[in-house]
């Protein structure tokens, strides 16, 4: 507490108003007006503390163009924006403790976003906890969709590539991926469907953003895009009883050559992947078109999620690993769908896992890039059903060309 003699200037108190002795340290530091940094004792100026610090909080804000707490990276339980942890079960005010990997940190989140009556919901959305998905047969056996499930999946699907396109549209420097949330939230139930992520085991938003060295299921959060981000959204839609799955990498403003060369190549890792799939071709050769392409490029790939079965269960048989020299058993049939999904990372493909319980982030801190489809095998080859609309944004300079 400063012990300057403030009573020639005729202040008062802010805390009982009588004449004023003392003044602020951090107001002084700060450079705030005298006027609401004076106290007339040690006593006044305690009692007054818990409220005075705001002012504190709000010139660090204004200092730094700033309007929220939860955008320099500090809690605000007042208005909902904590640390997620525990997998979305717990939240906190404190950030977590762990040996970061890479420059990004966890940001607090906002509060769970509600569902409006009348939407169909998966059984999770209440209490967290999935019921069917886990003891179904399809776990085990890959399901053979009939005519009436496709085309119910490829109306979910569509939904799907049109709530992210229109995140698509609103990344760039200066955008929190919590706003990027809100609008997949919106998007997703303007067309009557529910955002399969949420509460989905309890993850606490309506899609993942990656950012940077995020692999794959980063929680939406506070943190400011920043120019040469990279980017990942992830969204998935259930409709009419079924899911669609897809993700695309951004770039957020101007990009490095190195940032460039990686979403490229892992863009390309799928289309080679897609272009494979047909009746007879056996599962394990997605993982050998991807890490083949990914290492000619000096990159390496992701071995510890894979693609998926997706129907109307979220996540079932068959299991997509994107490696070389996987064990996955099995061979495309008409009628199957599922999702191919390669995370490529710069440097090394060892993940570790963040104290909230759900973003993978890369072992040496470098970038990973990912893309998703969810795709049909037809009778003579393959039918991307969360495939790219005239409408599309035009994001990637190499399908401009």
């Known amino acids: 507490m400063a012990g300057t003699d403030v009573t020639e200037s005729g202040l008062s108190c802010v805390k009982c108003g009588k004449p004023a002795l003392l003044q602020c340290p951090k107001c002084v530091e700060l450079k705030l007006p005298r006027e609401g940094a004076a106290f007339c004792t040690q006593d006044c100026f305690k009692a007054s503390w818990s409220s005075h610090k705001s002012v504190h909080l709000k010139a660090k804000l204004s200092s730094v163009g700033a309007s929220n707490p939860w955008e320099l990276n500090i809690a605000s339980p007042s208005d909902g924006w904590l640390y997620c942890i525990r997998k979305g079960q717990s939240r906190t005010a404190q950030i977590p403790h762990f040996d970061w990997t890479g420059p990004l940190r966890p940001y607090p989140i906002s509060k769970k976003r509600i569902i409006p009556a009348g939407i169909e919901l998966p059984d999770w959305a209440v209490d967290g906890t999935p019921k069917i998905e886990p003891i179904s047969d399809l776990q085990h056996v890959?399901?053979?969709?009939?005519?009436?499930?496709?085309?119910?999946?490829?109306?979910?699907?569509?939904?799907?590539?049109?709530?992210?396109?229109a995140a698509a549209r609103v990344v760039r420097p200066g955008v929190t991926t919590d706003e990027i949330d809100a609008v997949v939230h919106e998007a997703t139930i303007a067309a009557g469907a529910y955002p399969s992520p949420?509460?989905?085991?309890?993850?606490?938003?309506?899609?993942?953003?990656?950012?940077?060295?995020?692999?794959?299921?980063?929680?939406?959060?506070?943190?400011?895009?920043?120019?040469g981000d990279i980017v990942n959204v992830d969204?998935?839609?259930?409709?009419?009883?079924?899911?669609?799955?897809?993700?695309?990498?951004?770039?957020?403003?101007?990009?490095?050559?190195?940032?460039?060369?990686?979403?490229?190549?892992?863009?390309?890792?799928?289309?080679?992947?897609?272009a494979i799939v047909k009746p007879g071709v056996r599962f394990r050769e997605i993982g050998e078109i991807i890490n083949r392409h990914a290492t000619m490029a000096g990159l390496s790939?992701?071995?510890?999620?894979?693609?998926?079965?997706?129907?109307e269960l979220f996540h079932c048989a068959p299991n997509i690993p994107h490696y070389a020299r996987n064990k996955t058993v099995g061979v495309m049939k008409a009628g199957q769908t599922f999702t191919i999904e390669p995370m490529i990372n710069t440097g090394v493909w060892r993940d570790r896992m963040w104290p909230d319980g759900w973003t993978a982030v890369?072992?040496?801190?470098?970038?990973?890039?990912?893309?998703?489809?969810?795709?049909?095998?037809t009778e003579t080859g393959v039918e991307v059903l969360t495939g790219r609309l005239p409408t599309s944004p035009k994001v990637f300079p190499w399908l401009s060309s």
């Open 142 to 165: 890959v399901e053979i969709k009939t005519p009436e499930q496709i085309e119910r999946m490829r109306e979910t699907s569509r939904i799907a590539r049109e709530v992210l396109d």
């Open 235 to 274: 969204v998935t839609v259930y409709y009419k009883g079924v899911h669609g799955d897809l993700n695309e990498t951004y770039f957020v403003g101007n990009v490095d050559e190195a940032s460039l060369q990686l979403v490229k190549c892992t863009y390309e890792c799928l289309e080679k992947a897609i």
């Open 198 to 227: 949420l509460n989905y085991h309890f993850f606490p938003k309506s899609c993942c953003t990656s950012v940077n060295e995020v692999i794959c299921h980063g929680i939406p959060d506070g943190r400011k895009l920043e120019d």
């Open 301 to 311: 790939v992701v071995k510890s999620y894979c693609g998926h079965g997706i129907g």
């Open 362 to 377: 890369t072992a040496d801190g470098k970038r990973s890039a990912q893309f998703e489809h969810t795709l049909l095998v």
